[in-house]
T-cell receptor
Framework: DGGITQSPKYLFRKEGQNVTLSCEQN?????MYWYRQDPGQGLRLIYY???????QKGDIAEGYSVSREKKESFPLTVTSAQKNPTAFYLC?????????????FGSGTRLTVV | AQRVTQPEKLLSVFKGAPVELKCNYS??????LFWYVQYSRQRLQLLLR??SRESIKGFTADLNKGETSFHLKKPFAQEEDSAMYYC???????????FGQGTILTVHP
């Protein structure tokens, strides 16, 4: 099954803990993105990366960090500084230069703070 | 700045009725617009894009630059159309998509 794989599907975090969400793609896409989905607010961009070893903050980057050491992987760390981390997190990728063909999305990770 | 607005959070219609999901955008350049759909327990997926001017699952969307709108329409709704629909705009750089708030469409039998 080619595409984007996000893991885990469900994640529970205690207050003050850092957690890392995995995103792996086998589409050979250059650009990858992390979005947060909240009811009534749509999808908001957290971080994005166009190429390996480079990434940029999105609209709501505070309390999050990412790395892009390999083309196929773009993990997201939700740090203890993120005040309201409970949400559904979506990873996406796109082939550079073919932006108008739209994103491919992962199936998401639901993070809950307990 | 780019912005996408979907004024309806919820939209309910009966099977066979026409349906229109509204989308308005704000963008200074020439926009590329998309509709994405998320069916229950499935991942978000591309429904259609304005440049292709295609009809997917009976849905069409026309870009109206004068009204800055990209409304999604279907003449006869089906129960399987029930889903969350997002309108999205592609910015000039980095493939960054800006999404609207989403509209939950429910088609009643």
């Amino acid at each position: 099954d080619g595409g984007i794989t996000q893991s885990p599907k469900y994640l529970f975090r205690k207050e003050g803990q850092n957690v890392t969400l995995s995103c792996e793609q086998n589409l050979n896409h250059d650009a990858m993105y992390w979005y947060r989905q909240d009811p009534g607010q749509g999808l908001r961009l957290i971080y994005y990366s166009q190429i390996v070893n480079d990434f940029q903050k999105g609209d709501i980057a505070e309390g999050y960090s990412v790395s892009r050491e390999k083309k196929e992987s773009f993990p997201l760390t939700v740090t203890s500084a993120q005040k309201n981390p409970t949400a559904f997190y979506l990873c996406a990728s796109i082939e550079s230069g073919r932006d108008n063909y739209g994103y491919t999305f992962g199936s998401g990770t639901r993070l809950t703070v307990v | 700045a780019q912005r996408v607005t979907q004024p309806e959070k919820l939209l309910s219609v009966f099977k066979g009725a026409p349906v229109e999901l509204k989308c308005n955008y704000s963008y200074s350049g020439s926009p590329e617009l998309f509709w994405y759909v998320q069916y229950s327990r499935q991942r978000l997926q591309l429904l259609l894009r304005h440049i292709s001017r295609e009809s997917i699952k009976g849905f069409t969307a026309d870009l109206n630059k004068g009204e800055t709108s990209f409304h999604l329409k279907k003449p006869f709704a089906q129960e399987e159309d029930s889903a969350m629909y997002y309108c999205a705009l592609l910015g000039t750089s980095y493939g960054k998509l800006t999404f609207g708030q989403g509209t939950i469409l429910t088609v009643h039998p």
